[in-house]
């Protein structure tokens, strides 16, 4: 496992982390959801990531109890707020009165004292930047978070936080965490430049196109049973499956399959193209709990290193752009939502 600084910060995070969204409390049983945390420790994974609003609070419960028995000083241990968690008018959002609410019910549910990185999961129009900026200062000093980042935030939000911290002395934002993977790239143009210069790091979500890069998904119509797309939660993947301007719902999937022939040549697992590609922009890719069972790699993540010392690595990354991420002239980015 190799370890990043997360942006300009001191804090070093495994490169790749392990999420929990959509699994831990939801579809995976909390003793598989353990070993499989058990499991990325002794693989070297430092940074696991989740929110208050998965599954309710309950993945928040299971990761607490999983982290329960590891030794927390070694964790980088993330969380999020910002979305629904109840009925009432103030159960929603960044205000100050929801944020202190929900950081307490997540250290609660986590079983821990502080966590290291408070993420604002989405952007709030309809609380003031300001109150949002300054109560993750306040929390930072008050030693209940080490650290504070954004989730799905635009180029623009990126830049007022920060600004806005710099000006009166408060903490700033660390990191990002968009969606990003061979399939996703919408944030290159402007978020991923931001973030460069303003140092913040970005731990990316679904690096594997919610699991179309590893190969499962070979029939776009009929996708296997037991996986995402066959499940309940379908819909979320409907942007990758069909394209209503091309009017080919196996558009994506024809793609996948010819990159996938394409790396096998080239002698790299494509499970691991996303670690080929935008390395130079992400601090940890955020693992999901269904990849525990991807068959083992030929090669191992960490042997697919930016220097190029790879073989394959570099025809690896042409046959990415040129296969997965040349749909961006056919409108592959058209109608995503954010």
Not at 12 to 19: C, I, Q, R, T, Y
Not at 299 to 324: F, K, N, T
Request: charged fraction near 25%; glycine fraction near 12%; aromatic fraction near 8%.
């Amino acid at each position: 496992m190799r370890y990043r600084n997360l942006g300009r910060w001191g804090v070093k995070v495994s490169a790749v982390g392990l999420g929990s969204w959509l699994t831990y409390g939801g579809s995976v049983e909390e003793d598989a959801a353990r070993a499989c945390i058990q499991r990325a420790y002794e693989r070297g994974v430092t940074f696991f990531d989740t929110a208050d609003v998965y599954s309710r609070g309950r993945a928040e419960e299971i990761v607490g109890r999983a982290i329960g028995q590891l030794p927390r000083d070694q964790l980088v241990l993330a969380t999020k707020v910002f979305f629904p968690i109840g009925d009432g008018p103030n159960d929603r959002g960044l205000s100050r009165k929801h944020i202190r609410a929900q950081l307490d019910g997540s250290l609660r549910r986590l079983g821990v004292e502080y966590v290291d990185l408070y993420q604002c999961h989405r952007y709030d129009a309809a609380t003031p930047l300001e109150e949002t900026v300054q109560m993750m200062d306040d929390l930072v000093r008050a030693g209940k978070i080490l650290y504070w980042g954004t989730s799905e935030w635009n180029a623009d939000q990126i830049i007022g936080a920060v600004n806005l911290a710099r000006a009166h002395g408060w903490a700033e934002p660390v990191s990002n965490q968009p969606q990003y993977s061979a399939l996703w790239r919408r944030v290159e143009p402007r978020v991923f430049p931001v973030c460069r210069q303003y140092g913040l790091g970005n731990v990316v979500w679904s690096p594997l196109a919610m699991g179309i890069l590893t190969g499962k998904y070979t029939d776009a119509t009929h996708p296997p049973a037991g996986t995402r797309a066959a499940g309940g939660a379908a819909g979320m993947m409907e942007d990758y499956f069909t394209r209503a301007r091309r009017g080919a719902a196996t558009q994506t999937a024809r793609r996948e399959r010819a990159l996938h022939a394409r790396a096998a040549r080239a002698g790299v697992v494509p499970a691991h193209l996303d670690r080929l590609v935008g390395h130079r922009r992400r601090d940890a890719p955020r693992a999901g709990r269904r990849q525990r069972r991807r068959r083992r790699p030929r090669r191992r993540p960490g042997d697919l290193h930016r220097d190029g010392q790879h073989p394959g690595a570099g025809r690896a990354v042409r046959a990415v752009y040129e296969l997965s991420l040349g749909g961006e002239r056919d409108g592959l980015r058209d109608g995503v939502r954010g």
